[in-house]
């Protein structure tokens, strides 16, 4: 039976102090399942936003629960009870939500959902949300943070005092992060440091290489998590990235501005920068350069601890806010204004890597090339990339833009018509014990995922088709998704290699936004991974391959939420797409508002379809839409449940040749169950 909403619960805008402690104890409530007490606990000085920050999930669950109920109660308390199973299946690292979510599909969607929206309601605040926005991320995960005590920020533009914040709050990071490093000895860490690479590399869920040498990476891949869960102090590394992002705080940057501005540039800048530099200290653990607001360039390495940058179209090279070694784990870099490029290294822009990694960019229409592993990533640490406004480009080959793997990867981005590309594991992506996410707050933005890895299943399904052809099937892993590891195998000894997926979120609030991706993207779950895919806002297309638009496979959770606008989705095929559930998995695809939606569904099985074991709901909320193709509306095997609820409106179905539906009886005005499937529109 799926629980009661609670529809009286807004997302909040929290002040970034007290956040710190408000959102993780709403988050805890929420992940513990305990919603209720959200009403019974308000925390003083906390106020309600806009309408684009209420649940969706909540607000439509008591109109189709019922329905649910009479129709198909005995077959969905059949289906929910056969992945209470996954508590057993020996996968490591599973999360409490990933588990709450298997069984009870609305309590769980409904939870991943507040989450989601508390989130880009503190990306809305601005740099100084990150230490909340970090907490609320991490909880998610079951990961908390270690109790530090910020240093109060200077309130005197005097350059001794800007300069005792900077050198007292790096070296707190640097102890914070030596506290989290101390039950690792040298092997362990460098073990870390250089495995992280061959994550960025080589990660993937599936492989079609040698049994032996699979067994052999799997085993390595392991090993990394091992010490990542039980030898890593993540509370520790958490504080550090909470202390190092406090740099990132507008009033004192632009008390640092007014401090340095007509300072005379030094005669010799360090090797590697050229323009004006107007600061450099050096410090136990490495530079600390502040250039001036005109041209510069910065070829960055190990040497550098923190750049703060006051302007200009500035260029940057090489390992860019990023761990450089074992012995340098923390990188910052801070650009106040101007139309930059950042070109890294593998691994070396805004990348957590046995450390902290923190990129802030406040102003400029600004181009991120991005190698793999970078771009707001985390492997044993936390990388964080923020971009305040302008038109951004961010380029990226594979495991970029908000992923990670035993780690936190972020990128938010506030204001700009943005594009984002990926080769794939990217955009939103958390592996094993990873946490990653992209938030974008406005703006008519482009994000692709895919065109690069091609799939296995290309040889069994489609054997004579070509990259480029419509039937031939591309790898993202991606734009809101998380997937584990299954070794494949029932020996013992190979089962202990499986690694249970993490939780990967794409939310964008505003803007007319274009998504597409190949398989296993926008909002989808594999392996008790978690897909969360957001849209507030705006008239969105939508284009994905198989397990994609809130689907889920193999014990995976998959979430998509559109709240409004006049969508149109196109899935590519061949099958579970569009709410689509697989193999003891769960998803729900919720397109709200009144608009006039298009679904395509001419190449895909989707929209509430379900097989098995497997539990998968489609809702469109109202307006005139119409349906494309008319496979799969509500669609379950014997032993699975598919829903398909249309609310309101006169919509048409039709098949591919434009004609009115008659074998299947989908239309206005219709209620069809049988066992396994439901179709409802009213």
């Known amino acids: 039976m799926l629980p009661s909403s609670n529809s009286g619960h807004r997302c909040l805008r929290l002040t970034p102090l007290r956040g710190l402690t408000a959102c993780g104890l709403l988050l805890l409530a929420a992940t513990a399942g305990c919603q209720s007490l959200l009403h019974k606990s308000p925390v003083p000085g906390i106020t309600s936003k806009s309408r684009l920050y209420t649940s969706i999930v909540d607000r439509l669950a008591p109109g189709v629960q019922p329905d649910i109920e009479k129709y198909q109660s005995a077959q969905q308390t059949q289906v929910l009870s056969t992945h209470a199973v996954g508590r057993d299946v020996p996968a490591r690292y599973k999360r409490r939500i990933a588990l709450q979510s298997l069984t009870d599909p609305w309590g769980g969607f409904s939870t991943l959902e507040h989450q989601g929206l508390l989130m880009a309601e ?24 270690e109790y530090f005590k910020p240093i109060p920020f200077p309130g005197t533009t005097a350059q001794k005092d800007i300069l005792s914040f900077l050198t007292d709050t790096l070296d707190d990071a640097a102890i914070q992060r030596e506290k989290a490093l101390a039950n690792l000895s040298d092997d362990e860490r460098r073990f870390l440091f250089k495995h992280a690479r061959t994550l960025a590399d080589q990660f993937t869920p599936r492989s079609n290489e040698p049994a032996q040498e699979r067994t052999a990476h799997l085993k390595l891949d392991a090993e990394f998590a091992r010490l990542v869960d039980e030898q890593l102090d993540y509370a520790a590394l958490i504080a550090a990235a909470q202390t190092v992002a406090r740099l990132s705080n507008d009033a004192f940057l632009q ?37 001036g607001p005109g041209v510069n360039t910065y070829d960055l390495d190990r040497r550098v601890l923190l750049v703060i940058d006051l302007g200009g179209d500035d260029t940057y090279h090489g390992t860019i806010a ?46 991120y090339q991005l190698d793999q592993g970078s771009g707001g990533t985390g492997f044993a640490g936390i990388g964080i990339l923020f971009d305040r406004k302008g038109n951004d480009v961010y380029m990226g080959n594979r495991f970029t833009q908000g992923a990670a793997f035993g780690g936190l990867g972020l990128l938010v981005d506030l204001a700009g018509n943005d594009r984002y590309t990926s080769h794939g594991f990217a955009i939103g992506f958390g592996g094993p014990l990873g946490m990653g996410a992209v938030i974008d707050r406005t703006g008519n933005d482009a994000y692709q995922c895919g065109d690069k890895y091609p799939s296995s299943l290309n040889q069994q399904e489609a054997p004579a088709a070509k990259p480029g052809d419509p039937a031939f099937q591309y790898l993202c892993y991606g734009m809101g998704s998380g997937a584990g590891v299954d070794g494949g195998s029932k020996k013992a000894d190979a089962q202990l290699l499986n690694l249970a997926g993490g939780l990967g979120y794409l939310i964008d609030v505003e803007g007319q936004d274009q998504y597409r991706s190949g398989n296993l993207s926008q909002g989808a779950g594999h392996y008790f991974g978690i897909g969360v895919a957001i849209d507030l806002e705006g008239d969105d297309s939508r284009a994905g391959g198989r397990t994609s638009l809130g689907a889920a496979g193999h014990y995976g959770i998959g979430l998509l939420v559109d709240a409004q606008g006049a969508d149109r989705y196109t899935p590519s095929g061949p099958k579970h797409n569009l709410s689509s559930a697989s193999d003891r998995s769960v998803s729900l695809l919720i397109d709200g508002g009144t608009g006039a939606d298009v679904y395509d569904l001419t190449r895909s099985t989707g929209l509430g379809d379900a097989d ?15 349906y494309q193709g008319l496979a799969g509306l509500g669609h379950g095997t ?45």
Do not use: C, K
């Open 322 to 367: 990023a761990s450089g070694d074992i012995d340098h784990g923390i990188g910052v870099v801070i650009d106040l204004a101007g139309d930059d490029t950042y070109t890294s290294d593998p691994l070396g822009l805004a990348s957590g890597r046995l450390g902290v990694g923190l990129l802030v960019d406040l102003a400029g229409d600004d181009v």
């Open 122 to 145: 503190l990306a809305d605040g601005g740099a100084d949300n990150l230490p909340a926005l970090l907490d609320v991320m991490e909880a998610a995960v079951d990961r908390t943070s």
């Open 255 to 291: 008390r640092l501005a007014l401090t340095f501005q007509h300072r005379s540039p030094v005669q010799q800048p360090p090797p590697g920068i050229t323009g004006d530099v107007l600061f450099v200290q050096q410090t136990r653990a490495g530079l600390i350069v502040i250039g």
């Open 612 to 626: 098995s074991e497997s539990w998968a709901l489609f809702i469109d909320e109202g307006g005139t839409d119409r």
């Open 638 to 682: 014997q032993d699975s449940l598919g829903l398909f609820f249309d609310l309101s409106g006169t919509d048409t179905y039709d098949n591919q040749s434009g004609t009115p539906p008659s074998a299947s009886g989908r239309g206005n005005e219709r209620t069809i169950r049988a066992t396994g499937s439901l179709f409802q529109d009213r």
